[in-house]
């Protein structure tokens, strides 16, 4: 079940009495939790019907102190359990405390989900992917109530937040600086856990730098847009493939203006040509998509950027830049020029001469 799923039977009144939430997406989980809560519960009864409790700290008879009282001038009562010990993995049991080490047929807990009664929603909380579904705890909720997975926005679910949260400022974007924007996000990065927690910061920090009414444009996003040095080195590459030597300069002293050390800087622009130059001689070879895809090892997302930046470069081209990149990495090693000016000196060679 996904979170649009959830809410619909929550509007509907069809909820089970238990339910699991788990996945990467936590700003869907807190505004799925805050839906339900604007559906069943009165503010000024909160405290009594809306119970948050902290999975690595409780015991069973916490767990019933909390389902058994009734609600208290509502239709339901919801008990929140976040962080549970018994949705470790094995890696994770050294977390689990003694009272919930125990065989699920003697655990009391898998058989009360079993029996909750209707006027109470107990959610489970877990705010990650480690949950396997072999798991007792996680086919007895399955049983009894339902999953629901919180995985990252799509296509045009994701456009539509992004649209959504921009008018939210007052602000308009078009479709085409809507996909730029998710773009230059890395949102889809395996790499590194972005959530729509960190789009809605940019967009924030974008729509206050605007006027009232402005339209957010690719050069705004460019300009304000905190970018990972990964992004900055794709860009960079772009500009050099277009001979753009001035914005490649500046894209590579930004990088080096915000910490990041040149022999650094230097390491991953050799990676992203390396992966380009991979990826052009199996297509070359004649390997599919598919097979290239595997031997090539990347996320898919990583691998899309390799593939789409790869058009831009031959490779004799990608072979030349390997070389100068070598000599780059000598000078900066081996003489007193200072790292930057080798740096410069390296990305106007890699612009005019390959």
Avoid at 104 to 125: H, I, R, T
Avoid at 199 to 219: C, F
Wanted: glycine share 4%.
């Amino acid at each position: 079940m996904n979170y649009k799923e959830f809410i619909k039977k929550s509007k509907n009144n069809e909820l089970k009495p238990v339910y699991l939430f788990y996945g990467e997406e936590e700003y869907l989980i807190d505004y799925t939790v805050t839906v339900l809560k604007e559906i069943y519960i009165d503010s000024s009864f909160e405290a009594l019907n809306y119970i948050v409790l902290d999975g690595k700290e409780i015991d069973f008879e916490a767990i019933l102190n909390a389902c058994e009282t009734l609600p208290f001038m509502s239709e339901k009562k919801i008990v929140i359990i976040k962080d549970f010990p018994l949705f470790k993995n094995k890696k994770g049991e050294e977390d689990i405390s003694e009272r919930w080490r125990l065989p699920p047929s003697k655990n009391p807990l898998m058989e009360y989900v079993e029996e909750l009664e209707d006027y109470l929603c107990l959610l489970f909380v877990e705010k990650n992917n480690n949950i396997k579904k072999s798991n007792a705890l996680y086919k007895a909720i399955n049983k009894a109530g339902g999953v629901v997975e919180f995985t990252k926005l799509k296509g045009k679910d994701l456009d539509t937040w992004v649209e959504n949260s921009f008018k939210k400022y007052n602000k308009k974007i078009s479709k085409s600086d809507i996909n730029y924007f998710i773009q230059q996000s890395s949102y889809f990065d395996s790499n590194r856990s972005k959530t729509l927690y960190d789009l809605e910061n940019e967009i924030g920090k974008i729509s206050n730098y605007l006027s009232n009414g402005e339209e957010v444009t690719r050069e705004i996003i460019d300009l304000l847009m905190t970018k990972p040095l990964e992004m900055n080195v794709f860009n960079l590459l772009n500009s050099i493939s277009r001979k753009d030597g001035e914005n490649a300069i500046r894209l590579f002293n930004e990088m080096y203006m915000s910490n990041e050390p040149a022999l650094f800087i230097l390491h991953m622009i050799v990676r992203q040509l390396r992966n380009m130059l991979n990826y052009k001689v199996l297509r070359f070879k004649g390997y599919s998509e598919g097979d290239t895809y595997s031997k090539m090892g990347l996320s898919r997302y990583e691998y899309q950027k390799v593939s789409q930046q790869s058009n831009n470069f031959t490779i004799p081209q990608l072979e030349r830049a390997m070389l100068y990149c070598l000599e780059g990495d000598k000078t900066i090693k081996t003489t007193s020029i200072e790292d930057r000016l080798a740096m410069e000196i390296l990305i106007t060679n890699l612009c005019f001469k390959i």
